[in-house]
């Protein structure tokens, strides 16, 4: 494999590709530079990232195929020894090297055994094709689902037409009444509209909501949670502070609201989610600029996300599909610990 060849390829517009300007431009550290160790894990560190920017897998795939198929355990056991029970993507090949299923899992080398001793029958035609199980860790389960969905899209494998489908069936919409109240509600996401978050489906949009009216005091009427043309039922219990009767002025009730948007929406905002990485010195990053999902990377040495220009340079670039951002969404909803960093305009 030529590393100068792949990072023509894949990262393209560089002002140079000889080792040297390549490490400097995307932040990556040399130490012992012109001397066999230093620039051998310098050229490591870029293959890795050139790995992580193949969404396509042009890389894996071709090394399969070029490998000689007696160096290819043809026994599903031997296949699972060699597999880390680490969080990552794997990818699924047959005897040509073709990808034929591209999964995510906390833990690669469990779920590979369960595809492997499953008796559905996509879990037996695989069994039947299978000739090579590949993988990336990342470390990040965030990272894992985006790199999955991406990934599938890409490459369209056989064995994942049913994760084709839209991952979401439900979003939370919000509009003003004749009062000038925010109303909020949950709703099938219509593709025509833009939401404040989206689920799942319609029982994890509720539960949202339900946790929402008592995070942030709100009114069940006015989030759809109790249909009455009088007061809410939390207004009976002292709980409500009357949005529903206009008792509470809309400017007071709708200042929570826009908390609660403001938190769970990313339109328009410039951040950095942090994430673990594949090693405990490495942490992952994925950047949102004016409130659109440009890619995701790996770094070791906070100046890599500071300068703009090299975090640009690291990431892997990806879409802003729905998907994504729907998977962006859940996660952050589901971690509260996660580290978001707010970047200037």
Known sequence: LCTVELSQQLIPDMESYSLGKLARALGIPVSDRHRANGDAMATVKLFKMLLNKDLEKVIIKDAIQVEKKSNIPGNLKNIIEELPSDTGVYYI???????????KSNNIKKRITQHFTGTNSKSKKIQTLVSAVTYEKTGSELVALLKESEEIKKNKPIFNRALRRTIFTHALYSYSDDNGYINLKIDKADGIESPITTFSNRASGK?????????????QKLTGLYTTKTSCFKYDVKECDGACINEETSEDYNKRVNI???KHCY????????????????????????????????????????????????????????DNQHIIQSYIRRNKRIKIIELNQ
Do not use: W
Not at 207 to 219: E, W
Not at 297 to 312: E, P, R, S, W
């Open 93 to 103: 090949h047959n005897e040509k090297g073709e990808i034929i299923y591209i999964g």
């Open 207 to 219: 539960h949202f909501m339900f946790k929402a009216v008592d995070d942030y005091k709100l009114c």
């Open 260 to 262: 609660l948007i403001e």
């Open 267 to 322: 339109i328009n905002k410039n951040m950095l989610i942090i994430d673990k990485g594949r090693t405990i010195a490495e942490k992952s990053v994925i950047l949102i600029e004016n409130g659109i999902f440009k890619g995701l990377g790996f770094f070791d040495l906070n100046h890599q996300i500071t300068n703009k220009d090299v975090l640009h340079s690291l990431l892997t670039p990806m879409s802003n599909n729905r």
